[in-house]
């Protein structure tokens, strides 16, 4: 008999599943727990950054149970783009792709003083360079921490976890030879965008009867806005921070060259001295708090800036599955009233119904944990910020109030 | 006697400015309200009569003593009220907006004691400042009283007191510069933020200019100095306008001052003047780029004010639109205490501002004044050397003039010579004093500079302090919150 390729290709695959499902009685627990991928290390060169990704496993489909290989940013996004392709996954949350590590802004910092490395005296250079290394750094972690999380979150997904291309990703430790895109395809990307969002709006007209569905798509329309405008004040914010933080540590190399110069005055001295400590402190402690609002705030807000786009993005192909299935319901009963290609319209209306149903299925379970998820993750950062600016603002409190015994008792 | 009554001159302003506090009307305009209480939190008992200057600007202009009947009310001088005035009587009338600010010295408003008003519980702490005033305290008519005073009447004591004193070597402190601009916007009655703050900016400029004029024991003898703290009326000077003929001759002078110093090649016999310059040369520079980096970090803070008010709010929304309950409240809280700590950074700027840059400020001014007193040394120096060469030039001419038979151009020659000799004495004496009144001076001013700074820097201190422990307070209270998140 003659199956539909389709059809058959899911009797398949159900049988696949019921197999692994015996083995997986037992074994499911500990394949949560035995697919642990970390990025362990990585190393920044001249115009791209290498990610060390390790992995520990359990899983039979892997030679080893642990192996590390070595991937980069484009990597990531191909692995991304696959997921998003994918007709199979259409009903999940797809974990946003991390963003491309941009050092352009502190590189740019270092050429900066490097030029002007003349017209300061050495103490402030050095200050300086501290401070971009530092900088620096920090952007580093921030980016290898966004890799990380986009493998874990898949690593998480029950059903993403056991993609080919994931396996491949991990396993296969020569190049993918995965290229950029180039012109031609971005432009293509981007038309498709283009497309994508005019057909979203084209979609989002029409009423959900479920009421679950129904509110999740105005709840994220708005959340998604809303976490937009947030993130882009708390950037604002942040900087103006770093600018601040900055000009406290120009003043502070000015107090201490004031401070040495004056050196006749042993007592004038001494205050200058213990000044300039204060404020090299007062400093440390500003970009520490800016670098941590950074951190808890910021990223938090972009990360779900990002997450919220992909669960629109969810809602969206479940949209555009309702609508193909209306389509091709009203395809059947025009054929029916033709009575021509009926046979064709039905598995077609039969393809869509099918689709349709399984995204709502996983989708409804997808938003869910989407909101567990998002919550716990405000939870845990803003209540470790309140902690921060609170440890912070005490350790200001006492530093002052030493510098200030210091001052006082130096008559 | 009039040891005791030294400390009263001006710990009696500083106790009534603080009893004026507490009187200060709602109707008062806030800013100045704001600025007085502040710098009298530390209450009337302090001994530092650095930060609390004696002529609070904005009291009611009277000149008895009226214990009685305090009356704090700034007053207007002549000239159309200003657009905005609030509801006071007529003969007085509150405004941050005053066109000219005042130089009022407080009655005495004695709460604390019954009878007798001069028995004030402070304790001076700076002895020299007793002594320096126990002869001055003869020289003023009354103990304390108030006057009026515009802005151009300050220009006019500073130019009184320049010409008087700089050229023999004593530092003037400079007065508040002119701001065409600013002046501008007051006087046509714009009242938004700028002006209100240009007026304040103005007023904490001229308290300092007319505390650091008296903490100068010659300056404070000065009759100018006495007339202008004492006086009713004061004539109107005139040459103090920006765009005056004497304006522009003033800058005149000082362009050609500049062309003869760099024509002036002293030979300096003393070390100890070219190390002071260079070290003043050196500490300008210092405080020049000081200034620019405090004044940076004032508008950053208040940038960053600004941007933290916004994110507030956006949080806020945020807030709004999330439908998790705890999570939403905590987001509401967490806008709440951005918010509040928006209005710290905001008052932050305002004490980095007043407190710090303002006197980096004052400094760099200052020290164009200490390097204008170096320069008035070395022109007494050449104009010494000058007369010296003359003489010289006499002395040759009179000898040659022996052997030539003119008996009464022989007699001129040398009665030219002896006036010169007395000149060129009096060159060397000049020259000698000004260098001994620049050293003391500039003993003098680094030790008035030592202390400016250090108390600024414990006040500013003081006001992190603060800033830290609201911090904490706000920090503390949102904790839970975010803790409850279930």
């Known amino acids: 008999m003659s199956l539909e390729p389709g059809l058959s290709q899911q009797t398949i695959s159900v049988v696949q599943e019921q197999t692994k499902s015996k083995k997986s009685f037992n074994v499911d627990l500990q394949t949560d727990a035995m697919l642990q991928v970390d990025i362990s290390d990585a190393l920044s060169e001249r115009d791209k950054v290498k990610f060390t990704v390790h992995t520990k496993s359990t899983l039979p489909n892997f030679k080893q149970n642990e192996f590390s290989v070595v991937r980069q940013h484009e990597e990531f996004i191909w692995l991304h783009d696959s997921f998003v392709e994918n007709e199979e996954y259409a009903g999940y949350i797809i974990p946003p792709a991390p963003p491309r590590p941009d050092f352009d802004a502190s590189r740019e910092k270092l050429q900066k003083l490097g030029e002007g490395e003349g017209s300061m005296t050495k103490e402030e250079f050095t200050k300086m360079k501290q401070e971009l290394e530092a ?22 997904h029950p059903v993403l976890r056991k993609d080919l291309n994931f396996h491949v990703f991990l396993e296969y430790n020569q190049d993918l030879s995965v290229r950029g895109k180039n012109k031609k395809e971005k432009l293509e990307d981007f038309f498709k965008n283009v497309v994508k969002s005019a057909d979203g709006v084209l979609v989002a007209g029409v009423k959900d009867v479920d009421d679950f569905f129904e509110h999740e798509k105005t709840f994220l329309l708005e959340y998604h806005n809303r976490v937009k405008d947030a993130s882009a004040k708390s950037d604002r914010m942040i900087r103006s921070h770093k600018n601040a933080a900055d000009d406290i540590n120009r003043i502070a190399s000015s107090l201490y060259t004031l401070g040495t110069q004056d050196s006749t005055d042993l007592c004038k001295y001494e205050q200058m001295l213990s000044l300039n400590l204060t404020w090299s402190c007062l400093h440390k402690i500003e970009a520490r708090i800016a670098a941590d609002e950074d951190l808890k705030l910021a990223d938090l807000l972009k990360y779900y800036l990002r997450e919220s786009q992909a669960a629109k993005d969810l809602l969206y192909r479940r949209s555009r599955a309702l609508v193909d299935y209306e389509n091709a319901n009203k395809a059947l009963d025009k054929a029916r009233a033709k009575n021509r290609d009926v046979l064709q319209a039905e598995t077609s209306q039969q393809l869509c119904c099918h689709k349709f149903e399984k995204i709502s299925e996983s989708a409804k379970q997808e938003l869910i944990d989407f909101k567990t998820r998002r919550v716990a993750a405000f939870r845990k950062n803003l209540v470790e910020l309140a902690e921060l600016e609170l440890k912070h603002a005490k350790g200001n409190l006492q530093l002052l109030q030493g510098c200030l015994g210091i001052l006082k008792g130096n008559t | 006697m009039t040891h005791t009554a030294g400390t009263f001159l001006f710990s009696l302003f500083f106790l009534c400015l603080a009893s004026s506090v507490e009187y200060v009307e709602s109707s008062q305009p806030a800013s100045l309200a704001a600025e007085d209480i502040s710098t009298n939190s530390n209450g009337p008992k302090q001994d530092s009569l650095f930060d609390d200057d004696p002529e609070d600007l904005f009291a009611e202009a009277t000149e008895e003593v009226s214990l009685d009947s305090p009356e704090r009310d700034v007053l207007l001088s002549d000239g159309p009220s200003p657009a905005i005035t609030p509801i006071t009587p007529p003969t007085s009338v509150i405004t941050p ?36 005033y126990m002869t001055s305290i003869s020289l003023f008519k009354r103990n304390e009283f108030a006057v009026k005073r515009r802005f151009s009447d300050f220009l006019g004591l500073h130019s009184k007191l320049a010409s008087k004193y700089l050229h023999i070597g004593y530092i003037v402190p400079p007065a508040p510069e002119k701001s065409i601009v600013g002046m501008t916007k007051v006087k046509v009655g714009k009242e938004d933020q700028s002006s209100n703050e240009f007026v304040e ?159 980096l400020g004052d400094y760099v001014r200052l020290l164009t004044a200490v390097k204008g007193v170096f320069d008035h040394r070395m022109k007494t120096w050449q104009k010494w050397q000058d007369s010296q060469m003359l003489l010289q030039k006499k002395r040759e001419a009179e000898a040659k003039l022996q052997f030539t038979n003119k008996p009464d151009k ?75 998140i279930s």
């Open chain 2, 97 to 132: 907006l005053a066109k000219y600010t005042k130089c009022i010295f407080f009655p005495v408003i004695e709460e604390e004691e019954g009878g007798d008003s001069f028995d004030i519980h402070i304790s001076v702490s700076d002895p020299e400042k007793v002594g320096e």
């Open chain 1, 135 to 156: 900088e620096y750094l920090a952007i580093f972690k921030k980016t290898v921490a966004m890799h990380e999380v986009f493998l874990c979150r898949v690593a998480a």
């Open chain 2, 201 to 359: 900016k103005r007023r904490s400029a001229l308290e300092r200019y007319l505390m650091r004029t008296v903490k100068h024991p010659i300056l404070l003898k000065d009759p100018d100095v006495l007339q202008f703290l004492e006086s009713s009326e004061l004539p109107r000077a005139v040459s103090t306008q920006a765009l005056s003929s004497a304006g522009l001759l003033r800058m005149v002078n000082k362009a050609a001052d500049a062309v003869n110093k760099m024509t002036i090649k002293m030979n300096e016999s003393d070390a100890w003047f070219e190390e002071k310059q260079q070290h003043f040369e050196n500490l300008d520079v210092q405080l020049r780029k000081l200034h620019t980096s405090v004044e940076s970090l004032v508008c950053h803070r208040k940038e960053l004010s600004v941007n933290t008010a916004q994110f507030a709010k956006s949080a806020a929304m945020l807030g709004n639109s999330e439908d998790h309950t705890a999570l939403s409240r905590a987001l509401s809280q967490l806008a709440e205490v951005e918010e509040k700590i928006d209005q710290l950074h905001q008052d932050q700027a305002n004490a980095d501002f007043y407190l710090f840059s303002e006197l």
């Open chain 2, 410 to 484: 022989l007699q001129q020659a040398k009665d030219e010579i002896k006036e010169l000799e007395g000149k060129v004495q009096q060159g060397e004496r000049d020259f000698e004093q000004i260098s001994k009144t620049i050293r003391k001076e500039v003993s003098r001013f680094e030790k008035e500079r030592v202390k400016d700074f250090k108390t600024i820097i414990i006040k500013y201190l003081e006001s992190l302090v603060q800033t830290q422990q609201q911090l904490i307070k706000y920090w503390e209270a949102f904790l839970p919150e975010a803790k409850a």
